[in-house]
T-cell receptor, first 114, second 115 residues
Framework: IAGITQAPTSQILAAGRRMTLRCTQD?????MYWYRQDLGLGLRLIHY???????GKGEVPDGYSVSRANTDDFPLTLASAVPSQTSVYFC?????????????FGQGTRLTVV | GENVEQHPSTLSVQEGDSAVIKCTYS??????FPWYKQELGKGPQLIID?????GEKKDQRIAVTLNKTAKHFSLHITETQPEDSAVYFC??????????????FGKGTKLSVIP
């Protein structure tokens, strides 16, 4: 049972570099999400996608972009990384973007921007 | 949009004691309240959820209570064990337009169970 797979597990990145965090799910869920987790701030939504071909901005979208070319993949790109983007990033999915379904999370990507 | 407040941010209990974590939400239309447990180095996992048509739900040593009038819900863990040590998050749905919702999370509670 794979669920949600994120890659890489961890990465150290020089400031100014471009980086894509990968997320793949095998549950055929319609909705997918990217959160960042920072100490004391909990999980904050970066971008979301309610279905393939659509994306939306979350609470903290600046400096990030996403695409949803198909149901399974939802990559997150940092166009030019900055130290404030040092965080743990979690990809999540839900069967439907409705009000009453749970989210399933990947194992996270720990990103350090130096 | 939905605003979820979670307290306390840290909680230490002796093994065998009970632990209670509380969350408040702002949108009176919210109807689903999940709780997630995050162990060190892992992603959050759902441990229990409650829908607005019930006031309490139990699953072995964990329970969740909901007070829709006061807009708050709580996680109760009884007979705590060291393996309950983790970060716990509450969440509530936030409307994002076109009939769709996201989950808004509280800031988390780090629970430490002392043997």
């Amino acid at each position: 049972i794979a669920g949600i797979t994120q890659a890489p597990t961890s990465q150290i990145l020089a400031a100014g570099r471009r980086m894509t965090l990968r997320c793949t799910q095998d549950m055929r869920h319609n909705a997918m999400y990217w959160y960042r987790q920072d100490l004391g701030l909990g999980l904050r939504l970066i971008h979301y996608s309610n279905t393939a071909g659509t994306t939306g901005k979350g609470e903290v979208p600046d400096g990030y972009s996403v695409s949803r070319a198909n149901t399974d993949d939802f990559p997150l790109t940092l166009a030019s990384a900055v130290p404030s983007q040092t965080s743990v990033y979690f990809c999540a999915s839900r069967p439907m973007p409705d009000s009453m379904t749970e989210a399933f999370f990947g194992q996270g990507t720990r990103l350090t921007v130096v | 949009g939905e605003n979820v407040e979670q307290h306390p941010s840290t909680l230490s209990v002796q093994e065998g004691d009970s632990a209670v974590i509380k969350c408040t939400y702002s949108d009176s239309a919210s109807n689903y309240f999940p709780w997630y447990k995050q162990e060190l180095g892992k992603g959050p996992q759902l441990i229990i959820d409650i829908r607005s048509n019930v006031g309490e739900k139990k699953d072995q040593r964990i329970a969740v209570t909901l007070n829709k009038t006061a807009k708050h819900f709580s996680l109760h863990i009884t007979e705590t064990q060291p393996e309950d040590s983790a970060v716990y998050f509450c969440a509530a749905p936030a409307y994002s337009g076109a009939g769709s919702y996201q989950l808004t999370f509280g800031k988390g509670t780090k629970l430490s169970v002392i043997p």
